[in-house]
């Protein structure tokens, strides 16, 4: 059985080896072919070479525009299955990164090992893997008053995790202006003065950390 070719992107280095580390331990033949720091240095590789799987540690900087480099990884090689471990997951970019080809999806809190053993055969294998944790996130439909969409939601997230409005649309995938107006009219709909102010709002109204109570019930 020829091994199962794995690009590796990470900008931690700790994570880069322990991803390298867990490989090694299939029993299935895998090769980690090459472990990079940027999506340049990815790109540049495949652009000589064939890979069946990319793995993407997002533990990336925020103005990452994630999307975009997924439809660049994918328009060198179309046939490349991409395994993303998601660090701080907004429904909307799961979906987004769903609609661009990505087909493994695992979370940071997530049993790495069994999770990447799991998924990198399946994904190469033209197959799905989505961990429980992420599956929670793109399928269930949680009740939001009539006012908001799961977008304004992640926008609200993302501003308390200390985003900047151009970070957030990069990890959305989405121009400034609309950040901004989204932000202006949560303001309005909360009469909010500030950002700071809408915070805590919603807070209040128990619209944020709600990854962290589905990991909590």
């Known amino acids: 059985m020829r091994p199962i070719t794995v690009v590796v992107v990470s900008t931690n280095a ?3 080896n322990g991803i390298q580390q867990v490989v090694m331990k299939s029993d299935i033949p895998i090769e980690v072919a090459a472990v990079y720091a940027t999506f340049r240095e990815a790109y540049e590789f495949l652009d000589q070479r064939r890979a069946q799987v990319i793995i993407i540690d997002y533990s990336l900087p925020r103005s990452t525009n994630l999307a ?3 439809k660049k990884l ?3 090689q179309a046939n490349l299955a991409v395994l ?3 660090q701080r997951p907004t429904a909307t970019l799961l979906r987004l990164l769903r609609e661009h080809g990505v087909r493994g999806m695992l979370h940071k809190d997530d049993d790495s090992e069994r999770g990447l053993l799991s998924a990198i055969p399946m994904i ?3 197959g799905s893997s989505v961990s429980p944790r992420i599956s929670r996130l793109l399928d269930v439909q949680r009740p939001l008053p009539d006012e908001l969409q799961q977008r304004d939601v992640d926008v609200l997230q993302l501003t308390a995790d200390g985003f900047q409005v151009k970070e957030i ?3 959305l995938g989405l121009a400034s202006k609309t950040i901004y107006r989204t932000l202006q009219m949560l303001r309005e709909v909360y009469d909010a ?3 700071a102010q809408l915070i805590d709002i919603a807070h209040q109204k128990k619209l944020l950390d709600m990854e962290d109570e589905d990991d909590q019930a």
Do not use: K, P
């Open 84 to 86: 993303m471990i998601a």
């Open 124 to 126: 190469a294998d033209g």
């Open 68 to 70: 975009q480099e997924v």
């Open 74 to 76: 994918r328009t060198r």
């Open 14 to 16: 700790l994570i880069r």
């Open 169 to 171: 649309s990069s990890h």
């Open 193 to 195: 003065h500030s950002n």
